[in-house]
């Protein structure tokens, strides 16, 4: 295959790099300074976001809320735009490399929230921002203090439901598009039915009843507030929804630099992944030849879902597995395990299980006391039909399950965690993260799994179908990449997306539209593939240049070890030959 070189553009180029000169009043100069205005920064970042701060482990946001306000929103955009000026005049030759390294994150993620405000229109066009903004699942799902404690913090933000839904209601644009309108009416819904059910079934050991009383009546005044904006949705949005969530070439293009430091066109990048679909399908059908000549690769990937666990061992096989894959990372010497702590395979909470099948839950970096992390997996209902039950499980076959377990575990999220925790890494790292190199390491570990042998005792078959698997996820992962430009920049509709996926992807109606669905309103979806593929081909170079002293599991901490970086500045890091640092892919 011809490769194709995808530029990393330093935040430098964006800004100039040159030293400015010393007499210049109010020039961002040296590291000290730098790193005032960095905790300045966050200060604000997170007293306007303590959602964020809460999840981060920082408790002292516990029972705030974002002022969504009009006048908040214009004040927290001024805000944005007058850190990034000040970051624009930086003397960033006065900074030490490391400092610089931060500098460049926090100039990334500054610029980052500006395109949010003014490309993507979170709080004038996406109702989605909106429709779960009464969010309190953390208070339940995460024990770092006493429950009643937890419980203030959830009547202190219950009574503000009616507020935010009032302000939001005045934020968004008159027309929306069709899309984010629906999808904000299910998650509305969903989270009126989780106030009004799983949220009281994890609050029923309170004994306190005048906390409780309360929390009656504020969760009545919330759960009407979120039902009332569904409705609202439904009545006054919907008739006149539109098609137009596309954010076009320009706003695409400035996504792909200030995310990931892409400067390669969107069609470029589309060349790219439509060149890896081709390759991936032709594995996909090699894998499916060795399990059964005789049928449709498709037809072989759909029995090989029929091999699953039943709804009484889906845990217990999980766990089995989970600690199976831990110990052939240490045994093929894979990647180091800074830690001997397990993360916990357990059902999907109650009142989480409309999230999805299988879903990782790790403790903020800050998190100082409920420091558990939890692999929940979402059995079957005993009240489902026996053709629901089997449909269910068929997503648990055993090679998938593996695969998700990879990805969501070990050596995938769960140990990127470990490695965050462990590492060096500063508070501007621990908290800005790369969307390519977060799902983008966690979807390289199913390939990089297979080709080191999980899976594989000498049976072609068995070997086979773990290929498969991990190449159906690829797949996934693939069309994502195709559809996203497509959508935004070529004019891709719903259904045409939908029908790219059923083709590709070879799965039913139902779950390729879903995908198709979170495309118009998930752009940066392609950053799946984008991240395994910048991760493989720094392999591939950092191989050349260490040459005999190369080891998988070197390699791996390396990667790890640094935070949550851009890949192209990983390049600088790992790699010596200068030359070689913009050519990512």
């Not at 516990?62 to 805000?79: F, M, N, P, Q, Y």
């Not at 079934?201 to 005048?210: E, Q, R």
């Not at 996203?484 to 939908?498: C, L, W």
């Not at 950092?542 to 599991?553: D, F, I, M, T």
Request: proline fraction near 4%; aromatic fraction near 10%; charge should be neutral.
């Amino acid at each position: 295959m011809k490769k194709i070189s995808l530029l990393f553009i330093p935040l430098c180029i964006l800004v100039s790099c040159k030293p400015k000169p010393a007499a210049d009043t109010g020039v961002l100069s040296g590291d000290a300074a730098f790193q005032k205005l960095a905790d300045e920064y966050l200060d604000g970042y997170l007293a306007w976001r303590p959602a964020n701060g809460v999840a981060l482990g920082y408790h002292q946001y516990d029972g705030k809320v974002t002022d969504i306000s009009k006048a908040s929103l214009d004040k927290e955009l001024a805000r944005l735009k007058d850190y990034d000026a000040k970051l624009s005049a930086a003397d960033t030759a006065s900074f030490s490399p490391k400092t610089f390294y931060d500098f460049r994150i926090l100039r990334s993620a500054v610029k980052q929230e500006i395109w949010t405000f003014d490309d993507l229109g979170t709080y004038t066009k996406n109702p989605m921002t909106y429709a779960g903004a009464v969010d309190v699942s953390i208070y339940v799902k995460r024990n770092f203090a006493p429950l009643e404690d937890r419980l203030k913090s959830i009547i202190a933000i219950e009574k503000l439901a009616p507020k935010l839904i009032a302000d939001a209601k005045k934020n968004l644009n008159d027309t929306l598009a069709k899309p984010y309108v629906e999808t904000a009416i299910q998650i509305a819904q969903g989270s009126a039915d989780f106030l009004g059910g799983d949220l009281k079934v994890a609050l029923k050991d309170v004994k306190n009843d005048t906390l409780m009383k309360s929390f009656n009546t504020v969760n009545d005044a919330a759960i009407a507030a979120v039902k009332d904006f569904a409705v609202y949705l439904q009545k006054e949005k919907l008739p006149k929804a539109n098609n137009k969530y596309a954010i076009g070439t320009a706003s695409y293009q400035k996504m792909l630099l200030y995310n990931e430091g892409i400067r390669l066109s969107p069609d470029k990048i589309l060349q790219i992944g439509l060149t890896e679909l081709t390759k991936e399908q032709s594995s996909f059908n090699a894998a499916a030849h060795i399990i059964n000549p005789n049928k449709k690769p498709v037809d072989v990937y759909h029995d090989l879902q029929k091999d699953h666990p039943t709804a009484e061992t889906l845990i217990p096989d999980a766990k089995k597995t989970l600690e199976q894959i831990r110990q052939f990372l240490i045994d093929k010497n894979i990647v180091t395990m800074p830690s001997e702590v397990r993360v916990k395979v357990e059902e999907t909470p109650q009142y989480a299980r409309a999230t999805g099948t299988a879903s990782m839950d790790t403790p903020g970096p800050f998190e100082t006391k409920a420091t558990e992390a939890y692999y929940y997996i979402t059995p079957v209902d005993s009240k489902w039909t026996a053709q629901q039950k089997e449909d269910w499980l068929k997503q648990f076959d055993f090679y998938t399950t593996d695969n998700v377990t990879i990805h969501e575990a070990y050596p995938g999220h769960y140990t990127q965690f470990l490695h965050l925790n462990a590492s060096s890494a500063t508070r501007l790292e621990k908290i800005f993260g790369s969307y390519a190199y977060v799902e983008g390491w966690a979807h390289y570990c199913e390939k990089m799994m297979t080709d080191a042998g999980y899976g594989n005792t000498g049976d072609s078959v068995k070997a086979a179908k773990y290929r498969l698997a991990q190449s159906g996820d690829a797949l996934l992962r693939l069309c994502r990449l195709c559809v996203s430009i497509k959508t935004h920049t070529q004019g891709m509709n719903v259904d045409d997306a939908t029908k790219f996926f059923m083709n590709n992807w070879h799965q039913g109606d139902k779950p390729s539209r879903q995908e198709a669905l979170r495309g118009t309103f998930d752009p940066g979806y392609l950053f799946y593939t984008i991240g395994k593929l910048e991760i493989l081909k720094l392999r591939e170079d950092y191989k050349k240049q260490e040459g005999a002293n190369y080891s998988l599991k070197k390699f791996n901490d390396e990667v790890l070890d640094h935070g949550m970086p851009q890949i192209g500045m990983l390049r600088e890091i790992m790699l010596k030959d200068k030359s070689t640092w913009g050519d990512v892919l």
